[in-house]
């Protein structure tokens, strides 16, 4: 009964926890809500709707990336530049 | 041309942990806290990737020196597209004292070893602030240098930097073989990623120790004492201009 996308998502689920680890509000934060998220759909079977969801987790994985380098650049502007800059 | 890079990474306490001094004021606390790759040692890795990828060079070496858990740094190093690493054993008091000068004297002798064309670096690592370790490796190795660089051009053998300067930019062109650190607008590094991650356990980290590169490592430096900056003093807020003069006099500013 195993879905042939039942890799990918756990591929995404993954990738999603190692991101996870520099979570601003901290990995069991995050490890949380990403769990609750998966289990939220856990039941989904059609394989339309499944890759929907991936494409929307790799989003997020995008998104992460962005939050991440923004907060360093910006922690790293604050400390070693000028105002003006 | 060799083609080859070699890019210096440094394992820091990660920019995001709030610091704290040890007890007995030696240093401060690392057990335990989270350590990360220098941010501007990412964008160096980042931007000798790029000309990588470019097809300016052909191979991307990431060099750290320390104890065991450097090789997590090399690892991100090779997630983000180095080809290969270079670990340089340094535990015990060794690593406490490890500084600019013995890493430039390090990085020197790999540099010929290797026969790398450039050598980029982080400006400065955010634990030390040095800010040392680019410029001495250039002057060991006699090569010209472009520091602070925010934007960087290979052309052949000639490197265009264009440096961030107190007045603002200043553009040089230097020979290569040449040592350039990177600042902080440079490039944006790519975040490794777990598959990164996994495709990069099948890179190689070869085990180097300094005694090996003729490099000695002893300081002659010494550390006395470590202690935290001044609690900053809380402001007063004054009513009229009248009370901050007679606060001014007060205090024996006026």
Redesign the interface.
Same mark, same amino acid.
């Given at each position: 009964m195993s879905n042939p996308l039942r890799g990918d998502v756990i591929?995404l689920y993954?990738?999603l926890l190692?991101?996870g680890r520099d979570y601003?509000k901290g990995t069991a934060y995050f490890r949380e809500r990403l769990k609750a998220a998966f289990m939220k759909n856990k039941d989904v079977t059609d394989p339309e709707k499944i890759k929907k969801l991936v494409d929307r987790g790799e989003f997020v994985?995008k998104e992460l990336?962005a939050l991440?380098?923004l #907060?360093? /650049?910006r922690?790293?502007?604050k #400390?070693? /530049?000028e105002p003006e800059h | 041309m060799s083609g080859r890079v070699l890019v210096g990474v440094k394992r820091v306490i990660d920019?995001?942990v709030k610091i704290r001094v040890k007890p007995d004021h030696t240093g401060v606390v690392t057990d335990g806290v989270k350590h990360s790759m220098n941010?501007?040692c990412e964008i160096a890795v980042e931007e000798a990737v790029k000309l990588k990828e470019k097809k300016l060079i052909k191979e991307v070496v990431a060099v750290s020196c320390g104890p065991q858990q450097v090789q997590e740094t090399i690892r991100t190093a090779l997630a983000m597209g180095a080809d290969r690493g270079i670990h340089v054993e340094v535990s015990g008091k060794d690593y406490e004292t490890l500084g600019p000068l013995q890493v430039s004297k390090i990085l020197a002798a790999l540099a010929k070893k290797e026969q790398a064309d450039l050598i980029i670096l982080g400006k400065q690592a955010?634990d030390d602030d040095c800010n040392q370790t680019g410029q001495m490796t250039a002057a060991l190795l006699d090569w010209p240098q472009g520091t602070f660089a925010s934007e960087v051009t290979l052309d052949a053998d000639k490197l265009k930097v264009v440096r961030e300067i107190d007045g603002g930019l200043e553009t040089i062109k230097i020979k290569l073989p040449a040592v350039v650190t990177a600042d902080?607008r440079l490039n944006?590094?790519r975040?490794a990623?777990?598959?990164n991650?996994m495709k990069a356990k099948k890179k190689k980290i070869a085990n180097v120790k300094p005694a090996d590169l003729g490099v000695d490592v002893s300081s002659r430096l010494e550390v006395l004492k470590v202690d935290e900056p001044p609690q900053r003093q809380a402001g007063v807020k004054v009513e009229t201009v009248d009370d901050l003069v007679g606060k001014l006099k007060e205090a024996g500013r006026i």
């Open positions: 591929r993954k990738n190692y991101l601003p994985i990336e991440y380098f #907060r360093k /650049y922690a790293m502007k #400390r070693y /530049y | 920019y995001a941010p501007f955010i902080l944006t590094p975040y990623t777990l598959p991650i």
